[in-house]
């Protein structure tokens, strides 16, 4: 057998085995997910839980794009670009040539966000959630694209533009608004505070997410990454 038949057979062999474990580790995670009975704000029990309601602050923070009252929010400003470069090739004749290439993109010319402790809240009470480390989903709040002559370019975008530029921004922001209806899967733990729960990130829970999608939705995920997994496998 050739050398590059045994490499194909070991680098195929090693692919599935990759393919597999990835996943078995996502049928455990859905597994996990869809086994994990959704608690009551008021009544979580300390460890690996799941609760779902909705997300409320005396305090919101408000939105940089959309100003909107929210408990989470990050924005992007991307621009457009078209850039020309001189390339070598060589041609059917065998002869050095050059040719003038033309690309387009876009580039992120200013990013943020912030965050901050909300209460989760259902119809048995509330419930502390701090997001620091964890992983936050929002639903898309704002999206617009403009030129120059629109006040927002550089209102709320960056004073200065990418290396050839086409003076047109995009601008998007994703958020939890107030009253967004959220699940939430993390570790719970006692509060310093008061005597009550409060769930955090911690690095030993299986999973650490905050997300306006359902439980079925988060769920149906890992059920596309298996199938990926399997027809690749």
Request: charged content about 20%; some cysteine; glycine content about 12%.
């Amino acid at each position: 057998m050739q050398d590059g038949a045994i490499f194909f057979l070991i680098g195929g062999g090693l692919v599935a085995f990759l393919l597999g474990f990835v996943s078995m580790r996502q049928a455990r995670k859905r597994r996990h997910i869809r086994d994990t009975p959704i608690s009551k704000a008021a009544g979580v029990f300390i460890g690996d839980v799941e609760v779902k309601g909705t997300a409320e602050s005396s305090e919101p923070l408000v939105s940089y794009l959309a100003e909107r009252r929210c408990v989470h929010y990050a924005w992007i400003v991307e621009e457009h670009w078209r850039r020309t470069r001189i390339e070598s090739y060589t041609d059917s004749k065998g002869n050095r040539r050059t040719r003038t290439v033309v690309e387009t993109g876009w580039d992120t010319g200013a990013s943020g966000g912030a965050q901050s402790p909300f209460y989760l809240l259902d119809d048995s009470g509330h419930l502390l959630i701090r997001p620091e480390g964890m992983q936050v989903e929002g639903i898309e709040v704002f999206r617009h694209e403009c030129s120059p002559s629109h006040p927002l370019y550089y209102g709320k975008g960056p004073g200065g533009s990418v290396s050839g530029s086409t003076e047109q921004r995009l601008f998007t922001e994703t958020a939890i608004p107030i009253h967004t209806p959220i699940f939430v899967m993390g570790a719970a733990r006692e509060r310093t505070d008061i005597v009550a729960a409060e769930i955090a990130h911690c690095s030993d829970a299986r999973f650490s997410l905050v997300t306006p999608a359902s439980e079925d939705s988060v769920a149906q995920g890992y059920t596309v990454g298996i199938w990926v997994a399997g027809v690749f496998g």
